[in-house]
């Protein structure tokens, strides 16, 4: 495979349910971030990694926890969310770490998210 | 005011025509300038980037970039229908990437 694979496509989920997102980029690159997108509002940053370790937490509820085991995988584990989290989760990776602007982003495919 | 403004379209062109697409940003010691397409229920692609004042082209495509009026343009040529999109305008301001919300282009055949 190459580039960056997101699972699940689609997520329906109750309020009191715990899930993951999964990430995996096959680039070597160096940094890993996960984005929300709501309709008709600017990607919000979510969580930054670079090298494995979290380098930016865009003051995001503690609902939301992120996780970076390695360079190549990146996890979102979600708990009791709110119907207002629905949106769509993009994962993407860069070259540069957090000491380089982090241009050139590859997104993942995403997961619909929808809180019920 | 918004770090990154875009209107939201939609913008309509016919086939064949120029579709000019234009961002505004608000800190003027922003660096690195990147255009972004998405397709209906897919992910962010990049397709340009410009760092200097000027013109930058890649085939069909032509990135504007005024630094002093901090502004940014894309201009696609010969628009196909295949170009029907939300372009999304990022900008690297202070070691931070900031989008815009988006543009959404509809090229009529």
């Known amino acids: 495979e190459t580039g960056v694979t997101q699972t699940p496509r689609h997520l329906v989920m109750g309020m009191t349910n715990k899930k993951s997102l999964k990430c995996e980029q096959h680039?070597?690159?160096?940094?890993m971030y996960w984005y929300k997108q709501s309709a008709k509002k600017p990607l919000e940053l979510m969580f930054v990694?670079?090298?494995?370790?979290?380098?930016e937490n865009n003051s995001v509820p503690s609902r939301f926890s992120p996780e970076c085991p390695n360079s190549s995988h990146l996890f979102l584990h979600l708990h009791t969310l709110q119907p207002e989290d629905s949106a769509l989760y993009l994962c993407?990776?860069?070259?540069?770490?957090?000491?380089?602007?982090?241009?050139?982003?590859?997104f993942g495919s995403g997961t619909q998210l929808s809180v019920l | 005011q918004k770090e990154v403004e875009q209107n939201s379209g939609p913008l309509s062109v016919p086939e064949g025509a120029i579709a000019s697409l234009n961002c505004t940003y608000s800190d003027r010691g922003s660096q690195s300038f990147f255009w972004y397409r998405q397709y209906s229920g897919k992910s962010p692609e990049l397709i340009m980037f410009i760092y200097s004042n000027g013109d930058k082209e890649d085939g069909r495509f032509t990135a504007q970039l005024n630094k002093a009026s901090q502004y940014v343009s894309l201009l696609i040529r010969d628009s196909q229908p295949s170009d029907s999109a939300t372009y999304l305008c990022a900008v690297i301001g202070g070691n931070k990437l900031v989008f815009g919300a988006g543009t959404i282009l509809r090229v009529k055949s």
């Open positions: 993407a990776s860069s070259q540069g770490t957090h000491r380089t602007p982090n241009e050139k982003l590859f």
């Open positions: 680039l070597g690159h160096n940094a």
């Open positions: 990694y670079s090298l494995e370790e979290r380098v």
